[in-house]
C-alpha cells in the first residue's frame, strides 16, 4: 500500500478495536445479542454503554463497508474477475467455514458452561439445533455476496469505468445521510433494529447504510475522493456529530418521556420515534465517517513497525475476538466489581490478547494466505 494510504489501514485496527470494545459493553449492560452478558449495575451503567454502542452502531460496520469496497476495483482489474472472486472466496468463505464450526460452537459452549457444568463439548457439538453459525462473521457472509454482485455488474455493464465526478459538498453528504435515514425507517417497519435474518445474522435495519457505503466506497476509488478530502472538511463533521451526540441522546430521552413511548418504538414501526431515531442515527453516522476519513488522512498516516504488526493482524482479531472476549468475561463472572470496571478491563484484555493470539496465528502460511 502507498504510504499517503496508510491512514486506511490505520483507521482499520481502530475499528476493529471498536468492535470488541463494543461486544465488551453489549455484555456488561448495552442493549444488542452476544453470546454472554451479565446482570448490570443499574440505570446510569445502561446509559452510558447504550450511547456508547449506539455512537458504535452508527458508523463503524458501515465504515468497515466502505474502506473493503474501496481497493475491490483495483484488485478486479488486477486480477481479472476469475481469479479476483477465487481470491475473495478464499478470504471470505474459508474464515467463515471456520467460524462457524468452530470458534462459533467453541465460544457458546464457554459461555454456557457456567450455568451446565455437566455437559461436554461433544454433547453439545453433535446436539446443536443451529450447525450454520455465522456470529461476528456475517460481515464477510455479507461482503461476499455484495462482491459477488459487483462481479456480476461489472461482467454485464462491460466493465466501464467512468472517473469523472467530484467529491460531493457538504450538502449533499447532508442530504444522502437524510436520505439513507429514509430508507432505513421504511426497512424498519418491516425489520425492526434488533430483528436478524437467519442464518446469515444479518440485521436488515442497518443494510441501508452498509449497501450504500459498499456502493460509495467503489465509486470513491474510481474517482479518487479520498485524495481531495481535507482537514478542514473534517473538522466540520466533527462539530456536526458532535452536536449530534450532545442534543440527540437527550432528545431522543425527551421524546420518549413525552410520548410515554417504550423503546421498541425507536426500533421500527411506522412511528415518529423510529423516525427521528433513523434519521439521526445515519446523520451521526455519515458525520463521523466523513470526519474520520479527512481528519485521519492528516493525523493517522504515519505507520511503524508496531502499527504495520496491528494492520496485518486485524482481520484474524475480528475473527478471534469473540472467544477472547468470552473467555475472559466467564473468568471475571464471580468478581464483585463495578460493570463499567469490567468492561474496561475485559475489553482491553480483549483487544490485547487478541492482537498478540492473531499475530502469531499470521505467521502460519495457510492462515496467513487466508487472512
Request: net charge positive; with cysteine; charged share 10%.
Amino acid at each position: 500500500m502507498k504510504e499517503r494510504d496508510n491512514y486506511i489501514d490505520n483507521i482499520r485496527v481502530l475499528l476493529t478495536m471498536l468492535v470488541v470494545l463494543h461486544h465488551a459493553a453489549v455484555t456488561y449492560g448495552a442493549p444488542g445479542g452476544w453470546y454472554y452478558k451479565e446482570e448490570t449495575g443499574g440505570l446510569p451503567t445502561q446509559l452510558l454503554l447504550t450511547v456508547f454502542v449506539s455512537v458504535n452502531q452508527s458508523f463503524f460496520m458501515g465504515l468497515f463497508f466502505f474502506l473493503s469496497s474501496y481497493f475491490i476495483p483495483s484488485s478486479y482489474e488486477r486480477k481479472g474477475g476469475g481469479i479476483f472472486l477465487l481470491d475473495r472466496f478464499k478470504r471470505l468463505g474459508i474464515p467463515l467455514v471456520f467460524y462457524s464450526l468452530v470458534i462459533s460452537p467453541l465460544t457458546i459452549y464457554i459461555a454456557i458452561t457456567h450455568r451446565y457444568n455437566t455437559l461436554t463439548f461433544k454433547d453439545y457439538y453433535l446436539n446443536r439445533e443451529q450447525w450454520i453459525e455465522t456470529g461476528v462473521l456475517w460481515f464477510t457472509a455479507a461482503l461476499l455476496i455484495f462482491t459477488f454482485a459487483f462481479v456480476l455488474l461489472q461482467y454485464f455493464s462491460g466493465n466501464k469505468t467512468k472517473r469523472s465526478s467530484t467529491f460531493p459538498g457538504n450538502r449533499s453528504i447532508f442530504v444522502f445521510a437524510v436520505i439513507l435515514g429514509i430508507l432505513s425507517f421504511f426497512v424498519r417497519i418491516v425489520f425492526p433494529i434488533g430483528w436478524t435474518l437467519s442464518p446469515f445474522g444479518f440485521q436488515l435495519a442497518h443494510f441501508c447504510q452498509y449497501i450504500a457505503l459498499f456502493i460509495v466506497g467503489i465509486i470513491a476509488y474510481r474517482n479518487q475522493w479520498l485524495s481531495t478530502l481535507s482537514y478542514q472538511r473534517g473538522k466540520v463533521w466533527l462539530w456536526i456529530a458532535v452536536v449530534l451526540i450532545v442534543i440527540g441522546f437527550p432528545g431522543i430521552y425527551i421524546l420518549k418521556i413525552i410520548t410515554h413511548s417504550e423503546l421498541d418504538a425507536f426500533l421500527g414501526g411506522f412511528t415518529i420515534q423510529s423516525f427521528v431515531n433513523a434519521i439521526w442515527e445515519q446523520l451521526l453516522g455519515i458525520s463521523i465517517i466523513v470526519s474520520l476519513l479527512s481528519i485521519g488522512k492528516y493525523t493517522l498516516n504515519s505507520q511503524g513497525n508496531f502499527l504495520k504488526i496491528l494492520s496485518r493482524s486485524a482481520y484474524a482479531v475480528y475473527i478471534i475476538h469473540p472467544l477472547v472476549l468470552v473467555c475472559i468475561s466467564v473468568l471475571l463472572k464471580d468478581i464483585s466489581i463495578a460493570p463499567l470496571l469490567k468492561f474496561a478491563i475485559s475489553g482491553v484484555s480483549a483487544i490485547a490478547i487478541s492482537f498478540v493470539a492473531a499475530e502469531l496465528l499470521v505467521r502460519i502460511p495457510i492462515v496467513k494466505d487466508t487472512v
